[in-house]
């Protein structure tokens, strides 16, 4: 009755289409993003279950050997927003579907497996049910709770975007809608990236971005492989912001299934008082009503509008477009191997706080080896 199939690259076209038309898509657990984790030391193995004919439940996952010890072939697995489970899965199938993605789990040598799936929690009673299905397999609470709050954001705003846009703009705060209308006055316009001059004049921006905000950004190949996967097949777009002929602003977005998330900003230090930013993200909910989607997402915030938090601003950013506040279950992992989590989740952290130490002692560089 129920089977349970790899997918290989042949596949890929029959394992997206089950990732879009579920009832909570989400890009991170396309085939593609998978190809693209490759790039950066990460093993992608997918898994689809079928009830007879009709797959029913699917998730990407994304292996890695555990570090120091890679010579033992531990690793360890983690599904971003996974899994995706259809409304035509019942509890049978479901039990089916984690026996299998074990039983896949442990042939990799994986200590535990990591997941946060896309599940808010409001309304209560649904969040409360899929915390004890979770529990039920075998799953326990994981991950901080405090800052964006885990691997992906655990906080973030969401706009239903069904409404017109006449709608969309009148529930706005009057000052975001104030500063969309003078990035228009002000001259600024908004275009897609065509090509992969674009892709470096944002990236570009972007670098500047990060030089003064203090954070780090992938290297220019990752999103070069970025573009090849995504961009070129229409399932992410990258905006630019122009005023007198000069690109001061850029953002990137995804679009999976009735969805469209907000990825990466950039804006330079140049003109930000014409306000671009504000325009680009009008444009962006734009294009996803013009996709026929019905949920903005802007990705993750601060847990709260704290004045004394350093993301503060980006909270009320966000919150000015009139999108909700929501916050997922967070992060749960199925402990498969106790002692090696053990060192995990205890051992290793210290083991890493004494090297950044040193690190920064000697002023070296820390690498980007984020999930």
Partial sequence: MYRAQLIQSQDKNLFNDFINSSPKPHFLQSYEWGELKSSTGWEPLRLLVWRDDRPVA?????????????HLRRSIIYAPRGPIISENCDQPGEAFFWDAVKSLARRQGAIFIKIDPDIPTDPVAAAECYRQRLADTGFRPSGSQSGFGGVQPRYVFRLNITPTEQELLAAMESKTRYNIHLAERKGVSVRLAQNTTDLKTFYDILTETATRDQFLVRSFSYFERMWDLFVTRGAARIFLADHQGQAIAGT????????VWYLYGASSNRLRNVMPNHLLQWTMIRWAKELGCRLYDFRGVPGSADQDDHLSGLYRFKKGFAATFTEFIGEYDLVLSPSWYFLWTRVLPAYQQVTRSLMRRSNTPKSDESM
């Fill in 252 to 259: 990137l977005a995804f679009h999976c299934g009735d969805r």
């Fill in 58 to 70: 699917a998730i990407s996952l994304l292996k890695r050997p555990l570090p120091l010890y890679r």
